[in-house]
């Protein structure tokens, strides 16, 4: 059983581009979250997607936006890379029924280094 | 608004000692607590988690995690620590109120856990 899996491994962008990043859930999840992580800090909430739509929202600038597919894989956008963009994005994924929604199965991350 | 705090930074205990990792959050509700290992350059591994029930919650690899209502902790522990333990460790919370019925999960900044031989 595949736990949750992300690609690219690493990526290397310039200022101002543009980066889509991507996530597939673990077997049996359906509520897909994804994570910031700079160096030194715990992960900052982005947003979550559940059928399809994003459920929740932290504090960030809608230059991060995103998508769920129907087979609830994910992707993650940023636009207008900024420098402090820089940061180890992490997927997470989880159950849809109550209870077990609450327990996050981490991917091994993206790299993102903006030059 | 939820917060995790994680007031040390490294952690140091030799071989075989018990070791413990503080962690203090804040809710306006009941929590839901968590506790994440990272290895380096790696995603974030589940360890255990306090939703209800017994303050003494067991998970993987042997730790176990103290829930505290009146001192708003949940330290975690491990009665003998091994070499292959040493990674960041998170804890994290979500305020079970939360309106919505969808998952925020608020993360420490972590503390780095040094075992030493």
């Known amino acids: 059983d595949a736990g949750v899996t992300q690609s690219p491994t690493h990526l290397i962008k310039t200022r101002g581009q543009q980066v889509t990043l991507r996530c597939s859930p673990k077997?049996?999840?359906?509520?897909v979250s994804w994570y910031q992580q700079a160096l030194g800090q715990g992960p900052q909430f982005i947003f979550q997607y559940y059928e399809e739509e994003e459920r929740q929202r932290g504090n960030f600038p809608d230059r991060f936006s995103g998508h769920q597919f129907p087979n609830y894989s994910s992707e993650l956008n940023v636009n207008a890379l900024l420098l402090g963009d820089s940061a180890l994005y992490l997927c997470?994924?989880?159950?849809?029924?109550?209870?077990?929604?609450?327990?996050?199965?981490f991917g091994p991350g993206t790299r993102l280094t903006v030059l | 608004a939820q917060s995790v705090a994680q007031p040390e930074d490294q952690v140091n205990v030799a071989e075989g000692n018990p070791l413990t990792v503080k962690c203090t959050y804040s809710v306006s509700g009941n929590p839901y607590l968590f506790w994440y290992v990272q290895y380096p350059n790696r995603g974030l591994q589940f360890l255990l988690k306090y939703i209800t029930g017994d303050n003494l919650v067991k998970g993987s690899y042997g730790f176990e995690a103290e829930f505290n209502k009146s001192q708003t902790s949940f330290h975690l522990k491990k009665p003998s620590a091994l070499v292959s333990d040493s990674a960041l460790y998170f804890c994290?919370?979500?305020?079970?109120?939360?309106?919505?019925?969808?998952?925020?999960?608020?993360f420490g900044i972590g503390t780095k856990l040094q075992v030493i031989p």
């Open positions: 994290a919370v979500r305020d079970i109120n939360y309106s919505g019925g969808y998952q925020k999960v608020t």
């Open positions: 077997s049996g999840h359906d509520t």
């Open positions: 997470a994924s989880s159950e849809g029924t109550s209870g077990r929604r609450d327990t996050q199965y």
